[in-house]
């Protein structure tokens, strides 16, 4: 198809500061076959306006409500009212580049459905950024630049949520916003993972990031840490572990512990090793701590792997290469 339609859907909720400029960055665009399915999500202050002032001068931007709250069921509204042979998503207070919508789906048409545009993205702020998000952008790129996102997926988010694009068909498989797992953008990309998309790699800043006190992903409990892990073990149980293989978790630091719990609590069986000798020979959790070298003589193994501290992360890695075992198929980083 020349020049598909492509739907962006904004939930949106009191961003009456940053909305304008989101929504002229996407009137800008060069790329024009474009529809914004834009939800209000019970905003008090003047977005709702801002949106509507858009919507009166172009009919590619349509506005609605949202009858529940929260930014799942707006997501999941915005989608019912889309039509567009891509999806992509944007949020209100961010900004994208003039030929974000064009590369992508340039991309997308030229690699065909089974595969998921991505782009490299800029955090700014008014206060500067700190510098977890600066770690967190630079890690992001890095896989973006080489489309490798899903090999490092149990770390963090690997896809930016308010910058990659999918072909409808694509998005179906994959469940669209229909789950009310938080986060959100984490659980879809465990998802796009799970169907098996393919990274497209991009080289290209296409999205500007804007970080600031009151975002949601500051405020909302949604976005804690105990979710982030949740999701993660989830999937690795649905996704990755098999009957025949024993399972690892190295590491008895916070983390550590909430999947050690976790896991008791599921009545899964596993291993637990760490290389502080404090705390080796420990019985936590009906569980008794070994040394890390029980997994010299372990076949058939998967580890999950919390320790979050980069230069233990570097013998850790070197411990399982020496095992000839391989990242992201025998252990996995959850930080």
């Avoid at 949106?51 to 709250?69: C, G, Q």
């Avoid at 974000?100 to 702020?125: C, D, N, P, W």
């Avoid at 399982?320 to 391989?326: I, M």
């Amino acid at each position: 198809m020349v020049n598909p339609l492509v739907s962006i859907v904004i939930p949106f909720k009191d961003v009456d500061e940053y909305f304008k400029e989101c929504l002229n960055s996407i009137q800008n665009q060069t790329y024009k076959n474009w529809e914004v399915i834009a939800i209000n999500d019970n905003s008090s202050d003047n977005s709702l306006a801002i949106a509507n002032t858009f919507a009166t001068k172009d009919a590619r931007f349509k506005i609605y409500s949202n009858d529940e709250s929260g930014i799942i069921t707006a997501l999941r509204k915005a989608y019912q009212h889309s039509k567009g042979e891509y999806i992509t998503r944007m949020d209100a207070d961010d900004h994208m580049t003039k030929d974000r919508i064009e590369t992508m789906v340039t991309s997308l048409i030229q690699k065909g459905k089974g595969h998921l545009a991505v782009g490299k993205v800029k955090y700014f702020s008014e206060k500067g950024v700190n510098d977890g998000y600066d770690r967190y952008e630079k890690w992001l790129n890095k896989l973006t630049a080489s489309g490798d996102n899903f090999k490092e997926i149990y770390k963090e988010c690997v896809i930016p949520s308010p910058c990659w694009m999918v072909h409808r068909a694509d998005f179906e498989a994959c469940d669209a916003f229909n789950p009310d797992r938080y986060p959100e953008d984490y659980d879809l990309a465990f998802r796009f993972y799970e169907k098996g998309l393919q990274c497209i790699p991009c080289t290209t800043t296409l999205h500007y990031w804007r970080d600031y006190d009151h975002r949601t992903s500051r405020t909302s409990e949604h976005y804690a840490q105990n979710y982030f892990l949740d999701i993660k073990l989830y999937y690795f149980l649905k996704l990755e572990l098999q009957p025949t293989h024993k399972l690892v978790v190295w590491g008895a630091g916070k983390k550590g512990k909430t999947i050690a719990s976790s896991l008791v609590e599921k009545d899964i069986p596993f291993l637990w090793v760490c290389d502080n000798q404090k705390k080796i020979g420990k019985d936590i959790y009906g569980v008794k701590l070994l040394h890390y070298s029980a997994l010299n003589n372990l076949e058939h193994s998967k580890t999950i792997i919390t320790v979050a501290n980069e230069e233990e992360q570097v013998q850790i890695k070197s411990f399982f290469q020496k095992l000839n075992l391989k990242p992201a198929i025998d252990y996995y980083f959850f930080c």
